[in-house]
């Protein structure tokens, strides 16, 4: 384990190296990056204490001279990753981009999400008292997350709604068979789904307002421009039934997908917020924007940490950092109860 996290340590040598070979006159800035230290503890104030093994990752461990070095890389490249504001695409619609991204990929680019009971289980797991319960699936796209749990005949999610900005999206998700079965009139689970197309920084479908135990928002309010985060939390929370559960993940600050887009030409619309190759864009989040977003918002944090993963590819030798943040945020009863 040690020897892992050490060579994830390495990682930003390596890719720091790589850029030096391609670059353009900006050797300076490379020379200033150090390799960063494997020692030390999470640096977050929510700590997650989990170190299991998931597949090849490892729990990686960031300490604050890899954040400052990060922090440095970007600001080094900050002129050359910024987004002209000539560029006649940087205000281009959201819900179109997306709507081309399913229209590329069809249902074939998102695996199914079938890690809800191991990651949320006081939500997803096992659940024995026979309850029914309704779900609000913020950013569904083509049903990820939401259709498997249709497989079970057990569930106890009774009402399922599914909002997605495209409306590519939500047709797809809505041709799916178990999207299909789980409407049918014979169906004698007498449990209902319903798809939603939303544009979650503008407004927010009345049906699905106040009615949920559970609402998840996984990788979604990173594709928002983060002066419409605000709005888009106070949306979300109203999802809510006073004591219900909002479940977040989302990218992290450092990701290895930021550090390659904040050295790449063109890619940078502001402060962590980049467009991607396709169209789509992202916003890459600390502990501390989501806590200032969802409080302002009206909810409590239960849980708040970073998922910090590396991967080693044993046949390229590369290091891969992966920095994810996750949350748990309940709504408070109506009578203040904690």
């Not at 929370?237 to 063109?266: T, W």
Request: net charge negative; proline share 4%; glycine share 6%.
């Amino acid at each position: 384990m040690a020897s892992e996290l050490s060579t994830a340590a390495s990682y930003y040598v390596l890719f720091l190296n790589q850029q030096k070979k391609k670059s353009d006159g900006s050797e300076t800035c490379h020379q200033k990056q150090q390799e960063p230290s494997s020692s030390g503890n999470p640096t977050s104030k929510f700590v997650h204490s989990s170190s299991r093994e998931e597949g090849n990752w490892e729990v990686d461990i960031w300490t604050k001279e890899d954040e400052r070095e990060a922090e440095a890389l970007l600001q080094c490249h900050l002129e050359k990753s910024t987004i002209s504001t000539l560029d006649t695409h940087i205000n281009d619609d959201d819900g179109e981009a997306w709507d081309k991204f399913y229209q590329d990929n069809g249902t074939r680019f998102f695996k199914d999400r079938h890690y809800f009971e191991k990651a949320f289980p006081n939500e997803f797991g096992k659940d024995d008292t026979n309850s029914q319960k309704t779900l609000v699936e913020i950013g569904c796209g083509v049903g990820n997350a939401c259709l498997p749990l249709l497989e079970d005949d057990d569930s106890p999610w009774k009402t399922i709604h599914a909002l997605d900005i495209s409306a590519e999206g939500v047709s797809l998700m809505k041709e799916d068979p178990r999207f299909v079965a789980c409407n049918d009139s014979t169906d004698r689970t007498g449990r209902s789904i319903h798809g939603h197309v939303c544009d979650i920084s503008a407004f927010f479908p009345e049906p699905c307002i106040g009615v949920a135990d559970v609402s998840t928002l996984i990788f979604c309010l990173s594709a928002l421009d983060p002066d419409d985060m605000p709005r888009a939390a106070r949306h979300v929370a109203s999802s809510l039934k006073p004591g219900g559960i909002l479940i977040f993940r989302d990218y992290g600050r450092y990701d290895e997908a930021q550090m390659k887009l904040g050295v790449s030409r063109n890619k940078r619309i502001k402060d962590n917020y980049y467009r991607k190759h396709d169209g789509t864009k992202c916003y890459y989040f600390s502990l501390d924007d989501l806590e200032r977003l969802f409080v302002d918002a009206g909810l409590k944090v239960l849980e708040l940490y970073y998922l910090r993963r590396a991967y080693g590819n044993k046949a390229s030798g590369e290091i891969r950092r992966r920095v994810w943040v996750q949350a748990r945020l309940v709504k408070p009863p109506m009578d203040g109860t904690s």
